[in-house]
């Protein structure tokens, strides 16, 4: 079935001939991002030589998907829209909520009753406002999307920071925070930076232990984790086309990691088989014959340094599988080096538990070629030395790879399959140890590791690698071991090597399905949603107050943050995913994952009204009960990581006027802006150093607030010295509207 396909062939009807009017207003060839982004002008008349990294500009994207997690927010915003539908054809999946313990059918069952409530508001916010609705135990938002709604050329945003997956089609797909869902769904245009485009050249093909999963890790690698902010990652060359569309949604969903916009490749001959064996051959059609128009031009692929802001070029032939880790994406080691530097750092080396799946790494390609080597632990008499959880991408996946024997072999190494759902790839595994402080080591085919992520335990030293990497580690029990290179012995005392890892890249026999867990919306129903009251995980919102028309002065400093300080240190998941449809409390675990500067402790920030120590919440708690103003101070890449929106709403709601950092993350810098919260930057990243832990903070220069403006930050220390230093900022005019009019849904 073939979702929105009239949309689709409305967007394809004037593809080319907004292609072809952008080429004429830049003068010259264009990536294929340039042609996507410029087809999705919220306005055509406003096309220009738009400047990549500094031109603000206004997009029309075709869709919106949301996961469980983030939708309840992001539709409670939308409630206060005022709109009977919404504007652009969107879903929501529910996939976040659904905890990792015993196996799928005990825990889908445990999810459907500990749920029951926000599931039953999701399901009938959807149906009021005309959204599809795909249930627990459907899949991972990411692969859903894949299978049903991706198609080459379309832009997309989605309520989740791995939304590039969709890249693996060839759409421009985009995370983003629930106020910005709003808008699209509310038919409001959709502002974005216009990203600076990378051109990443794969000449080869992949062979024995690569995979696509190695390319996006050397990536990681070499751009780090913020090296993508605020670019978009295309690839193209011989060896783009020579990835499947799986494979090359793997790549497109860990761009997340580095930073970037999106990722995208090329419309080719595999998007075409993959469109085809996901029941879309209407799609696949209309796609075959615009694609010219959907990859970059000719000019562009033969002298790319010309029109890419900046090149990389990667031989998939001599690439090497990789693991990257521990605590962050970007550590990329090649397994031929991995084993010595375990040693060298000390790391644990005995691996206790591989997991497989996750958003990035659960196709049907992607558990046969991990089926493939556990088939090999089975014929040479291996016996599997760590634990090994699955988690299927979708039940069409699951189903399918059932069918088709592949889950019988993981299943007989040990083997546990979990719901078609993220699990432990976003906190929610319930790891059943002895000790969950002791230092010890997994290995995921997720997309993220960083500490505490997947099980709480800040000593888990969390590695990132391909699924049949995984597994051959998995059966080791070894970090240390090389697949390539190394023997294992067996039951017999015999030593023997495992075989190269193969797997097809579509099932032949086509996919298959009992239920997918798609549920449409009653398109004549226009009945109210019902929260309950008293609910504990679900609250109507009110909105902020508007800007005083005053600058903000003696600001209480809330915690001064050490380090890193993703997303998940500013708004933890795990146990607190249930609180996501209720934001007075969710807000209790602000920032509770940050290091306070001034004692290396996290959660224990100073109270200056009476001296004491407690939790971040708490304090500020106590300063908003007072109608006091507090500050946030941070580091490098402030709000790496998701589209967490709970991550600025949190500390707006608790009366945090300003947030200070050295640099932003993309996603997180525009939810503060949305939110009415005053997103500034160091003009000197030195004068971090300068803020002391009881001073009182003064943001002045808000009454000439403008683009390119500065704001002068003066400390007031408890010795009676003051100092000043300046900040700066990248709101533009529309922007300032938002920060006045106190959040950018109250300018609606």
């Known amino acids: 079935m073939a979702f929105d396909i009239e949309m689709i062939r409305n967007v394809y009807k ?142 997309m945003i989605g309520t989740d920071s791995h939304t590039p997956n969709a890249g693996g089609l060839g759409m421009v797909a985009i995370g983003v925070g629930g106020a910005d869902a709003v808008d699209v769904m509310a038919g409001m245009p959709w502002e974005l930076k216009m990203p600076k485009i990378f051109g990443i050249k794969l000449t080869g093909k992949l062979s024995g232990w690569a995979s696509p999963k190695d390319v996006i890790l050397k990536v990681a690698g070499i751009l780090t984790v913020k090296g993508g902010t605020n670019a978009i990652l295309e690839y193209f060359g011989e060896g783009a086309a ?7 949604a793997t790549i497109c969903n860990m761009g997340a990691e580095v930073g970037a916009t999106t990722s995208l490749f090329a419309y080719d001959e595999s998007m075409d088989r993959y469109l085809r ?112 959880l699955i988690n299927p991408g979708s039940e069409q996946v699951r189903y399918t790879a059932e069918r088709d024997g592949i889950l019988k072999p993981l299943l007989e190494i040990g083997g546990v399959v979990m719901t078609n759902a993220c699990g432990p790839c976003i906190g929610q595994w319930a790891r059943h140890e002895k000790d969950n402080t002791r230092p010890n080591s997994i290995v995921t085919s997720f997309n993220r590791n960083f500490a505490k992520r997947a099980d709480g335990n800040p000593n888990t030293h969390a590695f990132v690698a391909s699924p049949e990497l995984v597994t051959a580690l998995t059966i080791a029990g070894d970090l240390t071991f090389n697949p390539l290179k190394d023997k294992l012995q067996n039951s017999d005392g015999e030593w023997v090597m495992l075989d190269e890892p193969k797997g097809d890249e579509l099932p032949a026999a086509g996919f298959a399905v009992d239920d997918n867990g798609y549920i449409a919306p009653d398109d004549h129903f226009t009945g109210e949603v019902v929260i309950a009251l008293g609910s504990n995980r679900l609250q109507r919102l009110q909105p ?108 707006r709601f608790l009366n945090v006027k300003v947030v200070l950092v050295k640099s932003f993350a993309r996603i997180h810098e525009t939810n503060l802006k949305k939110q009415g919260v005053l997103a500034l930057t160091f003009a000197n990243p030195a004068d971090y150093d300068r803020i002391r832990e009881d001073d ?53």
């Not at 400093?557 to 995913?577: F, Q, R, V, Y």
Request: aromatic share 8%; net charge neutral; hydrophobic share 40%.
């Open 14 to 155: 004037t593809f080319a001939q907004k292609v072809e009017h952008a080429r004429a207003v830049k003068g010259g060839p264009l990536t294929l991002a340039e042609k996507i982004l410029y087809a999705h002008l919220y306005d055509e008349a406003d096309a220009k030589p738009f400047v990549r990294g500094t031109d603000y500009v206004n997009f029309r994207p075709d869709r919106v998907a949301m996961q469980d997690a983030t939708a309840q927010m992001a539709l409670l915003q939308f409630m206060n829209a005022g709109r009977d539908r919404s504007a652009v054809p969107a879903s929501v999946h529910c996939d976040h909520l659904i905890q990792a313990d015993r196996g799928a059918a005990a825990d889908l069952a445990t999810a459907n009753e500990t749920n029951r409530e926000v599931y039953d508001f999701l399901k009938s916010v959807a149906n009021r406002y005309g959204i599809g609705f795909w249930k627990a135990g459907a899949g991972i938002i990411h692969q859903v999307v894949l299978e049903n709604y991706a198609f080459p050329g379309g832009m």
């Open 544 to 651: 902020f107050a508007a800007w005083d028309g005053k600058d903000f002065t003696d600001l209480r400093l809330l915690i001064k943050a050490e380090g890193k300080c993703t997303t998940d240190h500013i708004s933890m998941a795990g146990p607190w995913l249930r609180f996501r449809g209720h934001l007075e409390n969710i807000s209790d675990n602000l920032l509770m994952g940050a290091v306070n500067r001034f004692n290396g402790k996290t959660n224990c920030v100073l109270n200056t009204l009476d001296g004491s120590y407690d939790a971040v919440s708490s304090v500020a708690k106590q300063y908003k009960s007072r109608g006091i103003g507090s500050i946030v101070v941070a580091e490098e890449n402030y709000g790496e990581g998701s589209s967490r929106e709970h991550a600025a709403l949190e500390p």
């Open 242 to 248: 020579s990835l499947s569309a799986t494979g090359k």
């Open 277 to 388: 064996a996901t029941g879309r051959p209407d799609v696949a059609d209309a796609a075959k014959q615009l694609s010219g128009s959907l990859r970059a031009d000719a000019e562009v692929e033969a002298a790319p340094e010309k029109y890419y802001d900046r090149v990389i070029e990667i031989d998939l032939s001599t690439l090497e599988p990789y693991i990257n880790g521990p605590f962050t994406p970007d550590a990329a080691h090649t397994i031929s080096e991995f084993g010595a530097w375990v040693r060298e750092k000390g790391i644990p080396q005995r691996m206790e538990v591989g997991l497989i799946g996750s958003c990035t790494n659960s196709s049907y390609q992607d558990l046969g070629r991990a089926a493939s080597v556990a088939r090999q632990a089975i014929d040479k008499k291996l016996k599997t030395q760590a634990k090994l």
């Open 696 to 748: 009182w903070i003064s943001v002045t220069g808000l009454a000439t607030f403008a683009p390119g403006s500065r704001m002068t930050i003066t400390l007031k220390h408890s010795d009676g010295t003051t100092e000043s230093f300046e900040a700066v900022h990248t709101y533009n005019e529309h922007q300032i509207g938002w920060f006045k009019a106190g959040a950018a849904l109250n300018c609606k």
